[in-house]
T-cell receptor
């Protein structure tokens, strides 16, 4: 079945550091890939998505590029802020009619120290 | 205005009892979902429903029963509660079939089973 692997369970950075959170997926065809962010006490919310090979998704300074060759969708941000502290989830879904399943990675907890 | 309402926000139950978690979405979506989030499994897919029909069930236990009385409602009945059921339960919705299918999550119901 489909799966999403996030390498880092926790990441601790200082403000203005560069962020990379690795996401690799295993799925047939061309799933749509997502990054979600979850702040304490809230449900996950969509950061951005990408649906095609080489498509870049971005929002709030975060970005990731769909790479079918390496089956990856790594999250990056050039300069993190304390307010970016949250849990980040990589996820995938298929567009096929009838497939309503979304697969989430285990999540990466980001802590940014001022 | 909240687009996905979950009630209650916090719930405390005793082992062996039964509880119903309420979810209503006002996004006009045609699919709804339940997820569970605990320390052991960060974001675990449970069910998906579309037009009040069960589409996918990844929950092994029959103690968890979704109930859909209206298209925009998907409640979760949990019977014979166990301490291991303690978790935050998130309801989500999406529009499947039109291309705009990212999931929108509610604020969650935190369940504690004593």
């Amino acid at each position: 079945g489909d799966s999403v692997t996030q390498t880092e369970g926790q990441v601790a950075l200082s403000e203005e550091d560069f962020l990379t959170i690795h996401c690799n997926y295993s799925a047939s065809g061309y799933p749509t890939l997502f990054w979600y962010v979850q702040y304490p006490g809230e449900g996950p919310q969509l950061l951005f998505r990408a649906s095609r090979d080489k498509e870049k998704g971005s929002s709030r300074g975060f970005e990731a590029t769909y790479d079918k060759g390496t089956t990856s969708f790594h999250l990056r941000k050039a300069s993190v802020q304390e307010s970016d502290s949250a849990v980040y989830y990589c996820a995938l879904s298929h567009r096929n009619t009838g497939n309503y399943k979304y697969v989430f990675g285990a999540g990466t907890r980001l802590k940014v120290i001022a | 205005d909240p687009k996905i309402i979950q009630k209650p926000k916090y719930l405390v139950a005793v082992t062996g009892s039964e509880k119903i978690l309420i979810c209503e979405q006002y996004l006009g979506h045609n699919a709804m979902y339940w997820y569970r989030q605990s320390a052991k499994k960060p974001l675990e897919f449970m069910f998906s429903y579309s037009y009040q029909k069960l589409m996918d069930n990844q929950t092994a236990s029959s103690r968890f029963q979704p109930q859909s009385s209206k298209k925009n409602h998907l409640d979760l009945q949990i019977t014979a509660l166990k301490p291991d059921d303690s978790a935050t339960y998130f309801c989500a919705s999406s529009q499947v079939g039109t291309g705009d299918y990212e999931q929108y999550f509610g604020p969650g119901t935190r369940l504690t089973v004593l």
